[in-house]
């Protein structure tokens, strides 16, 4: 079976980091998303690792620790754009989106 | 604007109304995909086509009907739905057989009365 957790809500501040993590339980795995979804809108990708370690872009990174079953989403220097659902999900091979399982996403707010 | 356009983006249906939803992508892709999104829940795969042809059906009731005229179109023809239906779907598009990026439409928000 599939089971993916993450937190449900965070909130932090602008100007400051944040890490969401996300472990997970799975009959294979081949990688790991991160997309973002702002309320209203399409999730938008960020970011998909499949070897161990830090992956950075701007101001996201994303790490994946295969051995552990476990992810986070680093957000440096918080804006008020930010405050978006991030949804974590895995990919059990390398074959496309059908057998990807998603989380139920956190919900992260960041206040002034 | 992600490349993905879905219509309507919103709409209120009764139990024994007809009404499809749809989905344009002109990206390139080949493979085209619906969810439900519901509040608190994962999003949820409700069907998968690749190169037009139907591979993923995942125990999807028989009052969702996909359709896949070509590779850019993608429907979802609905009726006699049941409140428990209310959500948001997604249709998304990305290449087959990869796992690079998905492209998600904005989606249509359904509300069944």
């Known amino acids: 079976g599939q089971n993916i957790d993450q937190p449900t809500e965070m909130t932090a501040t602008e100007g400051a980091i944040v890490q969401i993590n996300c472990t997970y339980q799975t009959s294979g795995f081949n990688g790991l998303f991160w997309y973002q979804q702002h309320a209203g809108e399409a999730p938008t990708f960020l970011s998909y690792n499949v070897l161990d370690g830090l992956e950075e872009k701007g101001r996201f990174s994303s790490f994946l620790s295969r051995s552990k079953g476990y992810s986070y989403l680093l957000l440096k220097e918080l804006q008020m754009k930010d405050s978006a659902s991030y949804l974590c999900a895995v990919s059990p091979d390398s074959g496309g989106y059908q057998k990807v399982t998603f989380g139920t996403g956190t919900k992260l707010q960041v206040i002034p | 604007e992600t490349g993905v356009t879905q219509t309507p983006r919103h709409l209120v249906m009764g139990m024994t109304n007809k009404k499809s939803l749809k989905c344009e992508q002109h990206?390139?892709?080949?493979?085209m995909y619906w969810y439900k999104q519901s509040a608190k829940k994962p999003l949820e795969l409700m069907f998968v086509y690749n190169f037009k042809e139907q591979t993923e059906n995942n125990s999807v009731p028989s009052r969702f009907s996909p359709e896949c005229p070509n590779s850019s179109h993608l429907f979802l023809h609905l009726h006699t739905l049941q409140p428990e239906d209310s959500a948001l779907y997604l249709c998304?598009?990305?290449?087959?057989?990869?796992?690079?990026?998905?492209?998600f439409g904005q989606g249509t928000r359904l509300t069944v009365v």
């Open positions: 990206l390139g892709h080949n493979a």
């Open positions: 998304a598009s990305s290449v087959q057989g990869s796992n690079t990026e998905a492209f």
